[in-house]
């Protein structure tokens, strides 16, 4: 396991400067290939994790994610502490907290009960709760279509819980697990929210090799309190198990973040934040695979919140932005 992680630091620096070298990521088309190369990605962690759930419990598959995801960025982090002055420290302690590490154990435990489908529908609130945070907190002022967008959104929410909920003998149990994921999304949004207004003028490499140190410890000491090691070696699966876990880690967390903030670099924060759209159809895709139970109504529902979300991101600025307008 240890020889496996070594090389996922070396890999991680040869993606690293592929995506800033040789994409060529001021031409349109490129940008519009990454963004959905990162659709595919982040679409794809739900049935990883639950890949991961069929061996190891929800608090280790947690803590596999984020402590691995650490060291795949570790070759970043002695430079990024020379750089990032000391007052934005405990901000970059928020979007460890925030952005990565409470998530992580949410998304895990709903999953237990969730479907790796339904869990990606759920994960589309985000943007809906990063306006509503960046007004309660930062003061934002959102025009009446944005507001809309946020109303919208939540009947989306509403209509896929209830419904989610009725699919399960247990639906009061169902839409407590919907409320993980839930709350995973509002932290999500805390954590936007921290590095749009608190974290602007710092590098977003920084940022995230940061992030990540800052959990690294908690991290660390949790991977073997919930015994890895010993269900690594114990169950007769876990090595098959423990793949689908790395390649959630190293491309699903740290390698897409890194080519998420260098989309964000090379085009705007508006167009790598479409990608919020394409995610909960590649997690669609992957469920209808995995043959689970999915119907109609939850799919107009998922549509109903990224209708939501389209509204809360469509302005004329967003529109020449995205290339859409005349």
Same mark, same amino acid.
């Given at each position: 396991m240890f020889k496996i992680l070594s090389n996922i630091r070396i890999n991680t620096i040869t993606f690293v400067a592929l995506f800033r070298y040789n994409m060529g990521f001021q031409s349109k088309l490129?940008? @519009?290939? *990454?963004? #959905?190369?990162l659709a /595919? !990605? @982040?679409?794809?962690s739900f049935i990883l994790m639950k890949r991961g759930l069929e061996v190891y419990n929800y608090w280790q598959v947690a803590v596999i994610r984020m402590f691995v995801a650490f060291l795949a960025l570790l070759p970043f982090v002695f430079k990024a502490i020379k750089r990032v002055p000391k007052d934005k420290w405990l901000y970059i302690l928020g979007v460890g907290l925030f952005g990565n590490g409470i998530p992580a154990f949410l998304f895990t435990k709903a999953q237990t009960e969730l479907s790796s489908s339904l869990t990606g529908m759920l994960n589309s609130l985000v943007p809906i709760f990063t306006l509503i945070i960046g007004f309660l907190i930062f003061h934002t002022r959102p025009n009446f279509t944005? !507001? +809309?967008?946020? #109303?919208?959104g939540f009947i989306g929410a509403a209509g896929l *819980? $209830? /419904?989610s909920g009725e699919n399960s003998s247990d639906t009061s149990g169902n839409i407590l697990y919907t409320? $993980?994921? *839930?709350a +995973?999304?509002?932290? $999500? +949004? *805390?954590?936007l929210n921290i590095i749009k207004y608190r974290l602007s003028s710092v590098n977003s490499m920084d940022i995230t090799a940061l992030a990540f140190t800052s959990i690294a410890l908690p991290m660390a000491i949790l991977f073997f309190y919930f015994k890895v090691p010993?269900?690594?070696l114990e169950h007769p699966q876990a090595i098959q198990a423990l793949y689908y876990l790395l390649i959630l880690s190293v491309i699903g967390t740290a390698f897409a973040v890194i080519i998420f903030n260098v989309? !964000?670099?090379?085009s705007s924060a508006l167009f790598a934040s479409s990608v919020t759209y394409i995610i909960p159809i590649v997690a669609l895709f992957w469920g209808i695979i995995d043959n689970e139970s999915i119907n109609v109504i939850q799919i107009l529902f998922m549509f109903i919140i990224l209708s939501g979300v389209y509204l809360i991101n469509t302005t004329k600025q967003n529109n020449k932005e995205l290339g859409l307008s005349k």
């Open positions: 490129s940008q @519009w290939m *990454i963004l #959905f190369l /595919f !990605i @982040w679409g794809s944005k !507001i +809309a967008g946020v #109303f919208l *819980i $209830y /419904f409320l $993980y994921v *839930i +995973a999304t509002v932290c $999500y +949004a *805390i954590s010993q269900t690594t989309l !964000i670099k090379h």
